[in-house]
């Protein structure tokens, strides 16, 4: 078993690299293709934090139709530029902006009970396409005939954003159904990277990346079942969560399952442009005590155990590249000099296998809505081989990378069964390795990818790569990507932060630390007129 299964890792990525072969110099076309720029920010609301709105809000220092009109005008400004939202409330939220106002100016309720029980009052929050919003677009990229689909309720997370005094703004862009690591679908088509419109925003995530690293958005609600809130995160310069599993509801997801393993996967997170922001979403959002309690212990750093890992130790996987593992050295550095602890590196031998553990544990998921298992409406699910043979002669309507998904699926449940119980016996083994590693004061350092974002459909063969990303939804183990400055290129990275379930709290103060130290979210326009801090 150990030599074939070491022959078809040697296949999968001798396919992998016959593709970069076949591929790459067409998609490096893309950089004779001008870049375009999104609009410097000029209206200071922008740059405040959602900590430092809300407060000043509540204090009536500032209205919240001033905050909701700075962020509808500035989506209005760059998305013409990024092509990130499927469909927006502005008219709604302005509102519900001047209801706020007037409650504040009606209310005798004082400031620390509104911050205790409206901790988002009046702050706009935007959210992807994927996560209900009652009266939104719900159909995730996918093109049906007909009208398409609609949200008829809100999902738990968007519900407790209102009651926490929030105001939605918008609904963003995804691939299909969620199913890739870049954004475009035959619905809204394809959305841009704010640092470079030539480049992927990454995914599935990534309409609110891109929206977050323009200075679009503040506080993005997003999901993640293999990186997908992470990875557009480090490619657009921004903070992106993935907590510990089941401290935030799933319901209202699209896709979903009823598969008892999926929410172990899968979670909905968060992403932001300012770390000091992440206890308050994410808090707001948790469906628990223990999940409050949990996203804001205090930290101190000094008792943190610090360890590192600056590979994934796969053959199926390729090293980052000198940016981003200069980027690595120079945290650890930092860490070591300013806060006196050592940060050891690390190795795990089942790492190496984290590849296929990964993709055959998620492929074995069942009941997984997609166009070709229409929990909805059963007739209208589709035969895999078909739509791909439909795709080869342009009669499908589904983008390849649904159609990619539906054969992977078909493959990885027909491995066989002991196969499947190895990589479980691999994933438990390794899983307690952690636990046992990192405690209740410890992180690991980690890769969030091999370098900042590709040009659009580059992902084809960097599949195996997503394994930095994967293994921690495989682990179920929370993480916190965190930007880490700018590459030769000029765009984003970044790195992650990991901890054991339970003790997200630690990636958060980390994170914190990273945007004290190294400056967090830059915007666009700076990082062009070259003034950013280059940190790599």
Request: aromatic share 10%.
């Amino acid at each position: 078993m150990e030599i074939i299964t070491t022959v078809m890792k040697f296949a999968c990525k001798g396919f992998f690299f016959l593709l970069y072969c076949l591929f790459n110099p067409f998609f490096k076309l893309r950089t004779l293709k001008k870049r375009q720029q999104c609009p410097p920010i000029a209206d200071q609301i922008l740059l405040l934090s959602a900590t430092e709105i809300a407060r000043r809000i509540r204090r009536k220092e500032i209205r919240c139709e001033e905050v909701i009109i700075a962020y509808v005008e500035r989506c209005k400004e760059v998305n013409p530029v990024l092509n990130a939202i499927v469909e927006n409330r502005y008219e709604a939220a302005l509102r519900e902006a001047r209801e706020i106002d007037e409650f504040l100016k009606s209310t005798t309720t004082d400031e620390a009970k509104i911050s205790r029980e409206k901790p988002l009052l009046g702050v706009p929050v935007t959210i992807k396409e994927s996560i209900a919003v009652q009266g939104m677009s719900h159909s995730v990229g996918m093109k049906e005939s007909g009208d398409a689909p609609r949200a008829t309720r809100d999902a738990d997370v968007v519900t407790r954003i209102r009651e926490a005094g929030g105001v939605p703004l918008l609904v963003s862009n995804t691939p299909e159904l969620c199913l890739w690591w870049d954004t475009f679908n035959k619905v809204t088509g394809t959305t841009r990277n704010p640092y470079d419109t030539r480049r992927t925003p990454g995914g599935s995530s990534g309409g609110e990346a891109a929206l977050l690293g323009a200075g679009a958005s503040l506080l993005s609600l997003c999901s993640d079942i293999a990186g997908s809130a992470r990875l557009p995160a480090m490619f657009c310069g921004v903070f992106g969560h993935k907590p510990t599993p089941n401290w935030v509801s799933g319901e209202g997801h699209k896709p979903n399952s009823t598969d008892v393993n999926w929410l172990y996967f899968f979670t909905i997170g968060v992403m932001v442009r300012y770390a000091v922001d992440l206890p308050l979403l994410l808090t707001t959002i948790s469906q628990s005590d223990e999940a409050r309690n949990g996203f804001c212990k205090k930290v101190c750093l000094r008792n943190v155990r610090f360890f590192y890992m600056n590979n994934s130790g796969s053959v199926m996987t390729n090293s980052p590249d000198g940016d981003v593992g200069d980027a690595i050295h120079k945290l650890i550095k930092y860490l070591e000099t300013t806060h006196g602890v050592k940060v050891q590196k690390t190795k795990f031998k089942n790492m190496k296998s984290a590849f296929e553990m990964s993709i055959t544990l998620m492929l074995r998921i069942k009941n997984v809505y997609s166009m070709f298992n229409r929990s909805d409406d059963p007739k209208k699910s589709r035969n895999a081989f078909l739509e791909i043979i439909k795709y080869i002669f342009f009669l499908s309507p589904y983008t390849y990378p649904a159609l990619f998904y539906g054969l992977m699926k078909n493959v990885g449940e027909r491995f066989p069964l002991s196969y499947y119980n190895k990589m479980m016996e691999k994933k438990m083994r390794l899983r307690t390795q952690f636990e046992e590693m990192l405690s209740d004061n410890g992180v690991l350092i980690y890769p969030s990818f091999v370098s900042s974002a590709p040009y659009p459909h580059e992902i084809l063969y960097n599949i195996c790569n997503f394994t930095y990303l994967m293994i921690f939804n495989t682990l179920g183990l929370p993480v916190t990507q965190c930007p880490l400055g700018f590459d030769k290129n000029q765009l984003p990275i970044g790195i992650q932060i990991v901890a054991n379930p339970g003790c997200d709290y630690l990636t958060v103060a980390v994170a914190q630390e990273i945007e004290r130290a190294f400056g967090g979210w830059q915007e666009p326009s700076i990082m062009v007129e070259g003034k950013a801090h280059d940190v790599a």
